[in-house]
């Protein structure tokens, strides 16, 4: 059987391990996490469910990644680290030793591949390497799959409701409430990023619809996008434009080579206008003008530890 670790063990990377022991596709050697690396030594299927249930306060190492990536024999690594659109650090550097290492990787995180997807893919296809992406957008939903399936067809636009906080922070200004107290209530449900901006100023959406792009054959980076954030909402407009059976919501778009995260108003009785709770939706207008949207949910934990899965499928049948 295949050899894999996990590198993060969040909310993300557990319900992944508790996933990954109903099945037998790898067998999970280690983990690595700010903490350090837990490595096991027994049966694989035991030690990772006293992992999960003891974590963070189990037996572990200092280990670099670097270290353990070079002493232990593995073929993929399952990577569920927070995002880092700053800089791309450390992510970039992990994927960048993943691949030097010639180690496969199926990602729940959107940095290396909005900031450089096309290196990142480059390297991977040089050296044979699979590199599993399904969960980093509409995770539970395969909206990159769609993207694949429209390669090469001339893609006129695209327009997507791609981050449920800032949709759900909107669902909550129609009804009557301030911005600063349906960020409150999103902090208090605990569906924000541990750094709010990622959502509120687009960094995530924006990082979304870069992955689309990058998989559609379009090149793009996280930099290419116009960002403009949440915080220039004005709650008055919201609720108006409901008045005039339109909608405002947080879009991201592609149109003539430029994309953009922005307010728009949309059709009240459009896809993008019903799209609610951890839904997305993604709308492409394609060839001459045929429309193909997708709407589902993305996330939370256990769908995007499914869509992983999937990637680990496709990972086997290929036969890396
Ligand atoms: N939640 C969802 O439904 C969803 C959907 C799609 C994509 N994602 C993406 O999936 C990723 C994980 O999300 P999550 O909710 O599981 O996050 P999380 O709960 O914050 O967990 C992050 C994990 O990564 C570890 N970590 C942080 N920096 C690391 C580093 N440099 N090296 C090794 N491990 C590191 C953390 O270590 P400690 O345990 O030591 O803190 C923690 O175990 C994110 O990129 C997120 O955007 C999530």
């Known amino acids: 059987m295949k050899k894999a670790i996990l590198i993060g063990f969040g909310n993300v990377g557990r319900t992944l391990a508790e996933e990954l022991i109903k099945l037998d596709m790898v067998e999970i050697i280690g983990v690595i996490t700010t903490k350090g690396f837990f490595k096991n030594n027994s ?6 469910k006293e992992l999960i249930k003891s974590y963070p306060n189990y037996k572990h190492e200092e280990s670099l990644l670097e270290d353990v990536l070079k002493e232990l024999d593995i073929d993929i690594a399952f990577v569920t680290i927070p995002p880092s659109y700053y800089n791309g650090e450390p ?16 990602t729940a995180d959107k940095t290396g591949l909005s900031l450089n997807y096309e290196n990142l893919i480059n390297e991977a296809n040089k050296n044979r390497l699979f590199f599993g992406y399904r969960a980093t957008v509409m995770a539970g939903t395969p909206a990159t799959d769609v993207a694949k399936g429209l390669k090469g067809r001339n893609i006129k636009e695209i327009k997507a409701v791609l981050n449920a906080t800032t949709n759900y922070i909107l669902s909550l200004i129609e009804k009557g409430y301030t911005f600063e107290k349906a960020l409150e209530e999103v902090k208090r449900l605990g569906l924000v990023e541990p750094d709010p901006k990622i959502d509120i100023e687009g960094f995530d959406a924006a990082a979304k619809i870069v992955i689309i792009l990058n998989t559609l054959g379009i090149k793009s980076t996280i930099n290419d996008v116009k ?8 709650e008055k407009d919201i609720r108006n434009a409901i008045e005039k059976g339109r909608k405002i919501k947080y879009i991201a778009s592609y149109n003539k080579n430029k994309t953009k995260v922005g307010l728009e108003e949309v059709d009240y009785e459009s896809p993008l ?3 609610s709770g951890n839904y997305n939706c993604i709308s492409f207008v394609i060839d001459e003008d045929n429309i193909i949207t997708l709407t589902g949910p993305a996330g939370p934990a256990l769908n995007t530890a499914r869509a992983m899965i999937t990637d680990l499928y496709e990972f086997h049948e ?3």
């Open 318 to 320: 290929k036969n890396y």
């Open 227 to 234: 960002r403009e954030s949440l915080l220039s909402i004005d």
């Open 273 to 275: 206008a019903k799209v």
């Open 43 to 48: 049966n694989w299927k035991s030690w990772l």
């Open 91 to 106: 992510n970039l550097t992990i994927y960048n030793k993943l691949l030097s290492n010639r180690i496969n990787i199926i």
